[in-house]
């Protein structure tokens, strides 16, 4: 996302549909991968935001949180409308993995894409039937400027006269490769380092033309070739 916008990951913020582990999880790499490009951690953690069943994650919820959700606790006002959340945080980045579908809508796309040149807009949740947004909503409330991923497959959209593909944000990527690597290097244990070094080659690996159409990733018609760069660059982390 950030080759195709031409930004840092330090100028993104992200807010989160979902604050269960998985986005804490995905918050926290997030954070980690910040660090690593110069930032404290204090300030890495400001760059990402969670909504809950009760509305945003803000410290002065903090004694009924979560241990996982407190790091993202930040001093915003009560917010509990998504949309509003939106327009107080002024996002780069929406992320779902809530589970609950159709969660980005008219509204929420639009306001993104009023913010944002190219929003960034991952609807992860799977299967399909829980997916926040299709792909085809995606791109047609953001006006085809969505930077799309998701957690369910979706066919080619076309959308204000260009064909996007949009591709999965699977595991499947990353983590046979995981696995060649730590066996190979005869690894004890498995650093976040591990996931950033194989989530950085993945992003490298994905063409300018893929980029063109939308596909935040390679084809997984590819995935062997994919897998093996992506095990020599955790091996070499390593």
Known sequence: AMRIKKEKLTDQMFLFFGAGEAACGIANLIADALVSEGLSREEALKHCALFDSKGLVTKSRMDELAAHKKPFAHDYAKCTDFVEAIKMIKPTGIIGVAAQPRTFTTEVLEEMARLNERPIIYALSNPTSKAECTAHEAYQWSKGKA???????FAPVSVM????????????YVFPALGKAV??????????GMFLAAARKLADLVSEEDLARGSLYPSLNDIRPISEEIAVAVAQYA
């Open 147 to 153: 930077i799309f991923a998701s957690g369910s497959p």
């Open 161 to 172: 006269g260009k064909t996007f593909v949009p591709r999965q944000g699977n595991n499947s």
């Open 183 to 192: 066996t190979f290097v005869k690894a004890k244990t498995m650093p976040t």
